[in-house]
């Protein structure tokens, strides 16, 4: 399905979302044939996004969250307090994590919050402050390392400019491969987990 949306948007943006309708947004003045030739023109795009999707889609069949908890990619048997389990997965293993991970790297943050959020994995403030999702836990480990060291690395360089992911590359090698493969664990951001 193909749903067109125009508001006071300043572009036209196209996106897919999970059940693989077509989302586009519009500044209100676009006629509508501009938007049907702006989707025909972008059609090699939409056919790689829901190849990517589907292949995302066939990921997630490998969990189970209604009898298993995750932690570090391993399922663990669970069927109730699964809130508390990755809560305290979360301080226990996360934020201690975080603080060897910037000892090591010799980079600075003040603080670590949780959050709830469906878009991100994490960010930091011009405070330096930290948020991380809470289903991090659930990722492998080398995916939590890079998004934490993705974090602290915008504490020297705030934006995903040349230079930060120089800084990145010089603590993790292989970056690339694991802002990829996380990419793959993205349906988590939606799931209902508990
Ligand atoms: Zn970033």
């Not at 979302?17 to 972008?42: C, E, G, M, T």
């Not at 990619?73 to 997965?89: L, S, T, V």
């Not at 994490?122 to 659930?138: A, F, P, R, Y």
């Not at 939590?144 to 603590?171: A, D, M, R, T």
Request: include cysteine; aromatic fraction near 14%; proline fraction near 2%.
């Amino acid at each position: 399905m193909i749903k067109v949306i125009k508001g006071k948007y300043k572009n036209i943006s196209l996106k897919v979302d999970y059940d693989y309708n077509l989302i586009v947004k519009a500044p209100k003045k676009v006629s509508d044939s501009f938007i049907q030739n702006f989707i025909i023109s972008k059609q090699t795009w939409i056919d790689k996004q829901i190849i990517r999707l589907t292949d995302i889609k066939d990921f997630r069949k490998n969990y189970n969250f209604k009898d298993f908890v995750y932690l570090f990619d391993k399922g663990i048997e669970c069927r109730e307090n699964k809130k508390q389990f990755y809560e305290n997965a979360f301080y226990f293993q996360i934020i201690p994590l975080v603080k060897t991970l910037a000892e090591q790297c010799k980079l600075s943050y003040s603080n670590v919050k949780l959050t709830n959020s469906k878009r991100i994995w994490g960010s930091l403030n011009n405070k330096k402050e930290m948020k991380l999702n809470w289903k991090i836990v659930i990722l492998p480990k080398i995916l939590i390392e890079y998004i934490i060291i993705h974090e602290l690395c915008h504490g020297k360089e705030f934006n995903h400019s040349k230079n930060f992911w120089k800084l990145v590359s010089s603590y993790i090698k292989d970056y690339k491969i694991r802002k990829k493969l996380l990419e793959r664990y993205s349906f988590l951001l939606n799931e209902k987990l508990y």
